[in-house]
């Protein structure tokens, strides 16, 4: 039997960082496509063929990941490699 009107059964509520069943599903599919299309291998061949999409990719997951991470947080520096590398591809883009 449920819980009275106007009671949750679950005061508490979800755990924090808990998937739904959705979610977790649509996540085990894409980890499972990945992995058959190649792993790693398969991002290395699309982040040199498909940079932007790659980049989109790293855009929506690495925040979620290092937003977790409260070992190891980040400290965000670049390199001047790294800053040249940027202007590079962002005057490349700006030419298109």
Same mark, same amino acid.
């Given at each position: 039997?449920?819980?009275?009107?106007?009671?949750?059964?679950?005061?508490?509520?979800?755990?924090?960082?808990?998937?739904n069943?959705?979610?977790?599903?649509l996540?085990?599919?894409?980890l499972? $496509?990945?992995?058959?299309?190649? %792993?790693v291998?398969y991002l !290395? #061949?699309? *982040?040199?063929?498909n940079?932007? $999409?790659f980049?989109t990719?790293? %855009?929506k997951v690495?925040? !979620? #990941?290092? *937003?977790?991470?409260?070992?190891?947080?980040?400290?965000?520096?670049?390199?001047?490699?790294?800053?040249?590398?940027i202007n590079?591809f962002?005057?490349?883009?700006?030419?298109?």
């Amino acid at each position: 039997m449920g819980a009275p009107k106007g009671h949750i059964g679950n005061p508490n509520g979800r755990p924090k960082g808990s998937l739904n069943k959705i979610t977790k599903s649509l996540k085990e599919m894409i980890l499972g $496509a990945l992995d058959e299309a190649g %792993g790693v291998e398969y991002l !290395l #061949t699309q *982040a040199k063929t498909n940079p932007t $999409a790659f980049l989109t990719l790293v %855009g929506k997951v690495l925040p !979620l #990941t290092l *937003a977790n991470d409260t070992v190891n947080p980040i400290n965000p520096t670049l390199s001047s490699a790294d800053k040249d590398l940027i202007n590079r591809f962002m005057a490349q883009k700006e030419k298109k």
